[in-house]
């Protein structure tokens, strides 16, 4: 049995799916990227900064380098989605979006299989000796299942 | 390395997924079940008897054993939801995920790691040698992410 066979079948399911959020993104208009995905709920626009701002953050966590656009934070992370607040422009999101990914999936494509059983960089050392599922390949998943949960939100878009 | 450490990993977060869809269906009561997860979209209590049905068939996709509950397909497969159409009583699908799961969970535990890479039965042996990623494994992420799809819609439910 290869070594590998299950990493690399996660990491072709991992392009499978960052591949297919790009396809729902470009499938709306930017006029749409403005509709709730239901009632009193996120608009698309936010859940497109939202999770290129979550991928872009696998950059520090999994040690693979720097931040690219640590500005989107203040408007996808730190706080809800509010229809009254200005938000950057579809073409600067949509940019990033593309961009992020791109890097991530290049350093995705050169860790060694080793380094993915390894710390991510918000555990210690002492913790992860305690707990040592909580390596890279575990927060690969967890954002493999948070593109997903996503996804399923965005097909119901009323347009 | 230890060769079934990214396997070991993914049916953790398996384990982790259903245990979260199971507390989400369980804060639902039987009357919300009927609610939609946004207008003219499934009502959580499709969701409920689709992903269990969809589990009940990794059985024999995955060469396991026979169906459970070959009788949902009728409701939550071959049809797509009908407000007005009566299905299975909720505590009958309630108690069908719960048992279906733990029968699906028993046979990952003591499948070896090398038959998650054999091909699933859906596929033929020469389809296979062409394309050796439509294995048990693979089926195994889709139904992770399928999981979490989802999930990312119950949350929306207005109640």
Redesign the interface.
Known sequence: ???T???D??L??WES?VKRMTMTFDSFTDEELYLQ?????NRVIYILGHITAVHDMLLPLLGLGERMYPELDAYFITHPDDPEKELPAPAKLRACWKDVNATVLQHFRTLP??A??QKHTMVTQEEFEKEP?R?R??VL??R??????????LV?V?R
Request: hydrophobic share 40%; no cysteine.
């Open positions: 049995m290869e070594t066979a299950f990493l079948l996660t072709f399911n799916q995905v239901a009632p009193q709920r299989p080793a993915w059983l599922h390596n390949y575990n998943l967890s493999l299942t948070h593109i997903s949960y996503h996804l399923g939100q119901l009323n």
